[in-house]
Structure formats: C-alpha cells, structure tokens
C-alpha cells in the first residue's frame, strides 16, 4: 500500500502549530512572568469558584470581559432582592459570590457580614416559631453559628484588605452586640485603632470597653496615650482638617481621663498634663 | 511546464511587497467600516461608555471615577473583543466564500501578504474601535472628575486622581491585546471551512487565555503526571490575557509602571509575530 502523505498534512500542519505555540509561550514565559506578577500583586485573581458561580447566572463573558466590578455590582443588587425574601441559603450564596467576583471594596464585607450575623439569626428564629416560642438557649445557640459564619467570613476578607480597620470594628461590633462579648470586642476594637487610618472612634470606644470590663487602670493609660497623638486644631501645612479635629473629639478624651483620674484616686500631683 | 496553474506562481515570482500588503490592508480596512457591524458595535460601544454616568447609581463598592473607569473599559473590551473575532472571520471568509481569494492569489501576491494585510486591515479598523472609546472616556473621566473637584475640593488636596496618560497607554494595551486575539483568529480561520466555526472558535480561545492563569496556578497542585505535564502545556500554548488587564490602577490615582507597559506590549507583538507566521504558515498549507 502507497503511504500517502497528503492524507497527514493538516494533522501534521495542527501539530507543528501547537508545538510552535507551547515553544513560543516557553520562550516567552521569562519575559511575561514579572509583568504578571506586578498585575497579581495589585489586584486579586479571579477564582475559579467566583467563575464557576457566575457561570450558572450567565455572565461569564461579562466577567471575563472587564465588567468585574460592575457584574458583582448586579450580583448585589440580586443579594439584596433575595435578603427581602429572607431566603438564608441564597443570601448566604450571593454574598459570597460578590466577594469572590470582586473582593477590593469594603463595602460588600462589612454589609455581607451584618446580614450574616444580624439578619440571619432572626431569619432562623422566625422560621424555627418566634422569639416567644424558641428557647433562650436556642437562641443563643443560633446568634452563636451565625456569628461564627460572619467573623470567618470578615477574617476571608483580611487576605484582601490586612491593614483594613473597618473589618476590626466590624469583628468587634460581631462580638458586643451579638455575642455579648466585650473582651474579645475591646480586643478588636483595639486592634482596629492601631492600624494605620484608623476611626478616632475605634481608640475611645476601646476604652470605653476596658471601662465595662473594669479595667480602667489600663483605661486610662490607653486615653493618655491617645490624647497625644489627636488632632487638637486645623493646620493645613499638616494636612489636618477641621473634620479630623472635630472627629478626634480630644476634648471628649481629656473628659473622660479626668473622670478616670476621679474613679483610680490619681491625685493632683499625678495627673495628665495636657 | 505547467504555467497554467497559478499558485505555484503567486508569491515566488515576485519579492516580498510592503506596498501589496498596504493595498490588501487598505482594502480589508474599507470593506470592514463600511460593513454595520463595524459601526453597530462601535455605537453600543460608544453608548455604553457615555452611558456609564447614568449608571454609576448602581455602584456599590467602589469610588465614582473607579466605577466610571471600570465601566469604560469593560465596554472596550466587551465590544472591542466581539469586533475583533467577528470581523476577522467575516473579512476573511468573504473573501473565500465570494471567490475573490482565487482571484487576488492568481495573482503574483504571496500568502503571507494576504494574510498579514488581512491581519492589519482588522487591527486598524480594532485600533479606531480603541481610540474612539478611549478618547470619550477620557472625556467623561475629565468632565466628572472636574466636577467632583468643584464640588468636593478637600478630596482632591493632591490634585488630579486620574492619570490621563495611563488611560491612552491602556486604550493601547487593550488595542494589542486585540491584536494578539485578531491574529488567532485568523489562525483558525486559516484552515478552518466556515465562518461560523471560526467565529465561535475564536470566542473560546478569548476565554481561554483569560483563564490561562488558572492553568499555571493549578500546575502546582496536580497530582497525576499525565494532568500536570497537560495542564502545563495549556499554559504554554495560549497567551495569558490577564496581563493585559492594567486598568484596575487608574481609578485610584496610582500610575501604570512603564517598564510593566513595555513589557506587556512586547508580550503582545511577541504573540502577534508567531501567531500571525504560523497562520501564514497554516494559509499556504490550504487548498483553496
């Protein structure tokens, strides 16, 4: 039998074409990789999860496309209009999607994680007969879950954000008005004040805190500190506006480091020098 | 001698010519403006990106100017993506299918003119595409951000947040990202028999080296040999289009790294040459 050659060409020609292509992307691989390490680096990586979330809804394209922020944009809207519904498993879903999608602004985590840890258990004890019907250990043991599920979800979001003090208070609000927990709450509360651009809020209510939890020693030595470093007047060649001085409220700190002084005895001599 | 049959003519009588590239480049140029295609697209284009003021009410996450900046480009590379693989095909299969290939090759042309005037006619008329929404979203973003600077001078303490220079050289990337998605297009097409295929041929692979970053993360953790040399070789053989994705700076008044843009630049001419040689080299294995 004659071996004919012909027969093989475009097989042939597919295959040279693709060992052309790997050997090209080889080569090429060097001189691509810093360049794709630089765009990593500024911006998270779609994940195959959030793709494979957004396949089912059909918006891959868009996706792929460049539409990122605008396509999780949808999906929050879609987030909310399942929220009215009450419908746990969905919200819970859709939350999770629009953070997958599109994890830079705070914004989706901190109200992600408020209808995880505040709506939800209501949701649930709704469903399960009432506040009247379900017993307070119950109750407790869902406020529990649901916080659990918010605070991993808030910790998710420091992969993304590190140095971000919105999602500390957001911890720490999870765990004083949910949990009842006013340790772990001025704990997070005060490393939300540490971080840099942090709220002037997040050093007073700390304090605060350590207050209820009887600690003012500790309390007082944190006003101290952080009076110094408030904003006490303008100075624009500082770049201090009048709003930073008003939110500092330093004269509200120097308030309560005086009554701090009245409840530890601390005499005259002793006192903050301002 | 057989001197009737006119391929074996056609691009070995004559030397290479820049200029019948040109007339083939000008002449797929004409005929793509004029098809609506062409301007169907570049009208949502154009709409949507204006349109992104309107739509801004939406925005949830992120700033104003981000948003308008995002929503810009996703139109560029939406529409821009869609014109790049649909004209290709339709460019390239008009002329097969009205037999005006047989004619133009009958004559002393070679293939590879044919192919890369092909290709420059596309990436010219893609470059028109990129300029015309890169120079209305750069008005948009002046317009708003200027307004924004009226309204709420204390923001804009350290002057302008975007970078307008930035915004020309990522209309630019977007073009040769384009470039690299025209020419694989015309790969396909280079053997393919109809447009259609071409066409939805040519959507996959734009799908597929947005997601090639995933097949180089997942390399690591492949278990099986047979997968992971698998995986590895998906990764090699399409160009990574995530890297070409340098918008995400410009919103928040950090600057595009220039030795970043030259490399991704380079990246994409890299892929232009190879892609469009191999199908030069598919085309002239064609029996037309």
Not at chain 1, 24 to 43: C, D, I, L, N, Y
Not at chain 1, 114 to 132: L, Q, S
Not at chain 2, 148 to 156: G, R, V
Not at chain 2, 222 to 244: H, M, T
């Amino acid at each position: 039998m004659k071996f004919n050659l012909a027969a093989f060409r475009p097989a042939l020609t597919g295959f040279l074409v693709v060992v052309a292509l790997a050997l090209t992307g080889a080569a090429v691989r060097p001189f691509e990789e810093p360049a794709w390490q630089f765009v990593k680096s500024k911006q998270p990586a779609l994940k195959l999860d959030s793709l494979q979330g957004a396949l089912g809804q059909g918006v891959t394209v868009g996706l792929l496309g460049g539409f990122r922020a605008i396509v999780a944009d949808f999906f929050w809207i879609k987030t909310n209009a399942v929220w009215e519904d009450n419908d746990l498993p969905k919200t819970q879903t859709f939350i999770k999607l629009v953070t997958a999608i599109d994890p830079r602004p705070l914004y989706f985590w901190q109200n992600g994680s408020r209808m995880i840890a505040y709506d939800m258990p209501n949701w649930r004890i709704t469903e399960e007969g009432g506040y009247d019907v379900v017993p307070q250990a119950r109750q407790r043991k869902i406020d529990e879950q649901q916080s659990a599920v918010a605070l991993n979800y808030l910790n998710e979001a420091f992969g993304h954000h590190p140095d971000a003090p919105l999602l500390h208070v957001e911890i720490a609000n999870v765990y004083l008005n949910r949990l009842k927990d006013t340790a772990s709450a001025a704990e997070a509360y005060r490393r939300a004040a540490l971080q840099p651009d942090a709220p002037y809020y997040a050093g007073r209510i700390y304090a605060e805190l350590l207050r209820r939890l009887g600690r003012n020693a500790e309390a007082y030595a944190w006003l101290k500190q952080l009076y110094r470093t408030l904003p006490k007047e303008a100075d624009a060649a500082k770049g201090i506006t009048p709003f930073q001085v008003e939110a500092a409220m330093a004269p509200v700190v120097l308030e309560r480091i005086r009554e701090l002084e009245g409840e530890l005895n601390i005499l005259e001599l002793q006192a903050f020098r301002p | 001698m057989n001197t009737a049959f006119p391929f074996p003519l056609s691009g070995r009588s004559v030397p290479f010519s820049l200029g019948r590239l040109g007339i083939v480049a000008g002449n797929t140029f004409l005929e793509a403006v004029r098809q609506k295609l062409f301007n169907f697209l570049l009208l949502l284009a154009v709409a949507l990106v204006a349109s992104a003021q309107l739509f801004r009410e939406f925005n949830f996450g992120s700033s104003e100017l981000k948003f308008i900046s995002d929503f810009g480009f996703g139109a560029m590379v939406f529409f821009g993506s869609t014109l790049t693989i649909a004209a290709t095909a339709q460019l390239f299969f008009s002329e097969i299918e009205n037999r005006t290939a047989l004619t133009i090759l009958a004559k002393p042309i070679w293939r590879t003119e044919f192919i890369f005037g092909k290709f420059l006619g596309v990436f010219a008329v893609v470059g028109v595409f990129c300029a015309l929404t890169t120079i209305l979203l750069l008005g948009l973003l002046y317009h708003r951000e200027t307004a924004l600077m009226t309204a709420n001078p204390e923001a804009f303490e350290a002057g302008r947040i975007i970078h307008y220079g930035d915004l020309v050289l990522m209309g630019v990337l977007q073009w040769l990202k384009f470039g690299v998605l025209a020419a694989f297009t015309l790969l396909i097409a280079s053997f393919s028999n109809t447009n259609l295929y071409t066409v939805v041929m040519g959507f996959f692979v734009l799908v597929i080296c947005h997601l090639q970053y995933l097949a180089r993360d997942a390399y690591g953790s492949v278990a099986s040999l047979p997968l992971r040399l698998l995986v590895q070789l998906l990764g090699y053989i399409f160009p990574n289009f995530q890297v070409f994705n340098l918008a995400d700076q410009i919103g928040i008044g950090v600057g595009i790294d220039a030795a970043v843009f030259l490399r991704v630049a380079g990246y994409a001419l890299i892929y232009i040459a190879v892609i469009g040689a191999l199908a030069v080299y598919s085309f002239r294995n064609r029996e037309i």
